[in-house]
Structures are given as C-alpha cells and as structure tokens.
C-alpha cells in the first residue's frame, strides 16, 4: 500500500530564518508529489508538484521543494520565512501504478516574529 | 469564477438523520472529489468521480452516497448520520483529463457535528 508521511506534527521558524518542511512516500511506480497549504477555516489550496524533470521544483508565495528519489522524500522549503507563512501544510502524492491520491497527515509551521 | 462552493458552511445533526453536502465547480473540471478531515490524520478520500456519470469509493465510503449527474454538482449524502461522521468536509476539482498530474482546486469545507 502507497503511504505519505509528515513525521513533523509542527514545525517553529523565526522569521527571516530558512524554513523546512518534511515529506516522505512509500509508492510504486514513479512518484507524483503535491504541496498544499491550508489557511485558518480555508479549504487547501496548491503551492507546487512533481511530476517528472528537475528534481528542485518551485512553487508559489517563494516555496519550492526538493525530490530525493533515493531518499524517498519530497521536503518543502524556503530561504526566508515570513509571519504569513504560518498555516498548515499538507504533502499529498500516488505511484503511477496506483489510482488515487493519498495525503499526509499535515504539519502546522509556526514563524514567530 | 467562483471556483469551488460548498454549502452549507455548518451543520448539526441528530444520529439517524440525513442530509446532502452540496458542491458546485464552475471550471469545467472533469474530475471531482469529497474528503473528510480528522485531527492528526489529514484528508481522507471518501468519492470522486472522473466525469459526469461515473463515480468510484475513495479510502473510506461507508456510510455515504454520491451521483454525477453533471459536469457542475458532486453532491454528498450521508444516509444516516453517526457521530463518527463529525468531520470537516472538503469538495475539491481538477481539470479535465488531468488527474492526477494537475492540482486540485477545494472549496471552503463544511464543518458537520452529528450529536
């Protein structure tokens, strides 16, 4: 069975500091990975994917997220964190020999000022 | 566009009763999507559907309905609501052709308590 896991339930960044957030997959075939960010009583909404290509993917509001095949991890990131990155961030991802997506559990990223 | 809409935005039930979560995309999506969310345990897939007509169960269908039968409406019935169905739910949409290589679209949720 496919499996995404978030192993960080929450995350604390100072502002101005690199943020990373962690992801990584149990699936068969190749791996299609997603990044969603949930605000505050807001349904999801997309910040980047990999589908194929460069391993370094960027995304949007600054993010971008590295995939490590050998690793099995698809982590998020960003050089510089601000108070409005704070919110709730979800991995989500399938094999290709499989039929539906299936989501981390979620990790809460905290940037205090 | 207003993208993805979900009504209603709250709801109490009784255990026993039933309702329908209604969602309506305006984006042309072919795919379409219902999800629940639990603390600590992020978005389940309950149905979705590829097209107007065929619809398929996602991790955790008990206890809920669903029918396609436009491009517009994915509506969600829950036939006799059960506390364990005390969930936050979510419709999500993507475009036509594009699952699961393109991005799904949600809408607000639905936050639903069954006493």
């Known amino acids: 069975a496919q499996s995404v896991a978030q192993p960080e339930d929450q995350v604390n960044v100072a502002e101005g500091n690199p943020l990373t957030v962690k992801c990584t997959y149990s699936?068969?075939?190749?791996?299609?990975l997603f990044w969603y960010v949930q605000y505050p009583n807001r349904g999801l909404q997309f910040l980047l994917k990999?589908?194929?290509?460069?391993?370094l993917v960027k995304g949007s509001y600054g993010f971008e997220a590295e995939f490590n095949k050998s690793q099995t991890s698809f982590h998020l990131k960003k050089p510089s964190a601000l108070v409005s990155d704070s919110a709730l961030y979800f991995c989500?991802?399938?094999?290709?020999?499989?039929?539906?997506?299936?989501f981390g559990s979620g990790t809460r990223l905290s940037i205090r000022p | 566009n207003a993208g993805v809409t979900q009504t209603p935005k709250f709801q109490v039930l009784k255990t026993g009763q039933s309702m329908t979560l209604q969602c309506a995309q305006d984006?042309?999506?072919?795919?379409m999507s219902w999800y629940r969310q639990d603390p600590g345990m992020g978005l389940r897939l309950i149905h979705y559907?590829?097209?107007?007509?065929?619809?398929d169960q996602g991790e955790v269908p008990n206890g809920y309905n669903v029918s396609r039968s436009t491009t517009e409406d994915f509506p969600l019935r829950l036939l006799s609501a059960a506390p364990s169905q005390t969930s936050v739910y979510f419709c999500?949409?993507?475009?036509?052709?594009?699952?699961?290589?393109?991005?799904?679209?949600f809408g607000p949720g639905t936050r639903l308590t069954v006493l």
């Open positions: 989500a991802g399938k094999g290709s020999s499989a039929s539906k997506i299936i």
């Open positions: 559907s590829v097209g107007a007509g065929i619809t």
């Open positions: 999500a949409s993507s475009l036509a052709g594009g699952y699961p290589y393109n991005e799904q679209f």
């Open positions: 699936v068969s075939g190749n791996p299609y």
């Open positions: 990999y589908i194929t290509g460069d391993n």
């Open positions: 984006m042309n999506h072919e795919y």
